[in-house]
Each structure stands twice: as C-alpha cells, then as structure tokens.
C-alpha cells in the first residue's frame, strides 16, 4: 500500500463534512484521506487536492469531484482562486513522510536505506540534502541541526561534518551516519538519525515556512463554521499548529475583547491534541508520534471590528 492513513475516523470526523461542500486535502499522498473525503461527499460535493510529489499522480481515482493540484501547499489561495474554489468549509494536512516516500530506498529518506543524500518532496526542486551536507557552512549546518533536529551538539556535529568532506564528499546516507555515528548514543542510534534526517529534510523543502504559509492562508480560505484538521509528527510542527489554533498567531499572543474573550480567528475543537489508540499504533507504528488537531473557523469579520 502507498500509504495508510493516519487517524483516518478522527480526522474525517473532525473535518463535520457537509455531503455540498468544499473541501481541501493540502497532502494528498497516497489518496487515503482524501478517498475517505469524497465517501462523505454527495454528488454536488467537490474536493481539492494537493501535493508537490510526482508519485502522488499514479494515486488519483477517476472523480469528477476531485481536482488534484500538483503544487505545494503554500500555493494554497492561488489555486483555489484559479479553481473558484472560495471559500471552503474544511482544510485537512496531513504532514510529514508518506510510508512511500520512507520505502522508495532512492529518495533518501528512510535512515534505514542505503542511497545517496536526497530528501526532495518535489525532485524538480534544486536544492538536496547532498547539497547541504556538503555546502553549507560550519553555522549554517548548526542552524540546521540546532532549529529543525533540536539536537544538542549542533555546533560540533556541523564542525564534524566540515572536517570530514575535507576528505571525501559525504555522498549517500550511510556515509552521513558514519560521520555523525560518533554522536549517537549506544542503543538510540535510530533516534538520533531520525532527527538528523528530519533536520535536513525540514531544511531541503522549506517545510515550516510553508506550513506558516497554509496556515495564515486558512484564514481567508475557510468559511465562519468550517474547520482546519492537522496531523503533524514532530514538536516544531505541532508547536506551530497549537498556537496559530489557540490565537492566530505562531507566538500564541491571545488578543480579547472588553469582556476577556480571546479574539481569534479558529476555536479549538479539543483543548489537546488527539493521539492515536494503542490499536492503531500496533498495526501502523509510523503513526506513533502523530497529533492531531482540529478548529472550526469563527466569525472572522467581526473579530476585526
């Protein structure tokens, strides 16, 4: 299977599909999500896909209903004004790696493969994680590690990596975790080389801006009453995720009126974030660290007043 869909009941359930409306999958991947989309959806229903990734292509089902974008989501109300798809009640990201992307040993992004240094979501973009390895300089790979891997010996990991291209070019993933193998710690190597990658992958595709990007175009893209759903599988995503719901904003400053009302753009479904059953996780283990969110979008005109 390309990929199974993570909390696939609550994140449907979360998205209160209108069987008319207009929907949004920013990550349409292997299609799970948005195959279950379209089940809800009647015949005057519509949904818009996107996804950045050429092998999402090979994925698509033949409906009518569906319009599949194949773009990042950062592009979000471009296409949807191009489609006259505004507004929309419902927004659905699932983020991450595809169980695809992680198996396709070429792409580079399992730590568990043997190929050489990718990491592109979009293999049209030019910049991999070769390049970064080997290109960036002692402060910028400190950066990287520091910001996207929350590693804490970025400096020496990055001054390790520089001395060791000296020598030779770190070309594929095993040459990378040999060089930083000095830095995982015994019986927490996996770990260690999931954030290592992480970093980097964050870093090749821009992955937070982009989500910032989504996220602010929600709110003029989502009607008062539809809902934004995310999935994220790492702290610097649901970090960002929790505060743009709770407030509006990425630093979670809560504006409130006269009476100490919080003014915000989304209303928090649930207070915390849904995790997946144990039953769940057992029978898919990629789905362990995800969190999932949900927030219906309010009266945004009058907040504004």
């Not at 990042?72 to 798809?85: D, G, I, V």
């Not at 009640?89 to 695809?100: E, P």
């Not at 992958?201 to 759903?229: F, Y």
Request: charged fraction near 25%; glycine fraction near 6%.
């Amino acid at each position: 299977m390309y990929h199974t869909p993570v909390m696939i009941t609550e994140s449907i359930h979360g998205l209160a599909i209108k069987p008319s409306g207009l929907y949004v999958d920013v990550t349409y991947g292997g299609g799970g999500h948005s195959a279950a989309i379209l089940d809800k959806l009647g015949q005057d229903g519509r949904l818009l896909a996107f996804d950045q990734d050429m092998d999402a292509l090979d994925n698509l089902p033949d409906d009518n209903r569906l319009t599949f974008i194949n773009q990042n989501f950062s592009y979000l109300t471009n296409f949807l004004r191009l489609y006259k798809a505004l507004p929309v009640d419902g927004i659905l990201a699932d983020l991450g790696v595809s169980s695809h992307q992680l198996d396709a040993a070429e792409r580079g992004f399992s730590t568990r493969s043997e190929s050489v240094l990718d990491l592109r979501m979009n293999r049209k973009a030019e910049l991999t994680a070769r390049q970064v390895v080997n290109q960036y300089t002692q402060e910028e790979l400190t950066r990287v590690f520091r910001d996207f891997g929350e590693l804490p010996n970025s400096w020496r990991m990055a001054l390790t990596l520089v001395e060791a291209r000296q020598a030779n070019e770190i070309v594929t993933t095993g040459d990378l975790k040999q060089s930083l193998l000095k830095f995982a710690r015994k019986g927490q190597e996996n770990k260690f080389y999931a954030r290592v990658f992480q970093a980097l992958r964050i870093e090749v595709n821009g992955e937070l801006n982009a989500l910032k990007s989504m996220l602010e175009q929600s709110i003029k893209c989502i009607k008062p009453g539809g809902r934004l759903v995310v999935i994220s599988y790492h702290s610097l995503e649901d970090r960002l995720v929790k505060h743009f719901m709770r407030s509006g904003n990425f630093g979670d400053t809560q504006e409130k009126d006269f009476f100490g009302n919080v003014l915000s753009p989304f209303r928090l479904i649930d207070r915390k974030a849904i995790v997946p059953t144990e039953d769940e996780i057992q029978n898919n283990p990629r789905a362990r660290s995800a969190r999932l969110r949900i927030a219906e979008r309010t009266d945004y005109e009058h907040i504004e007043k």
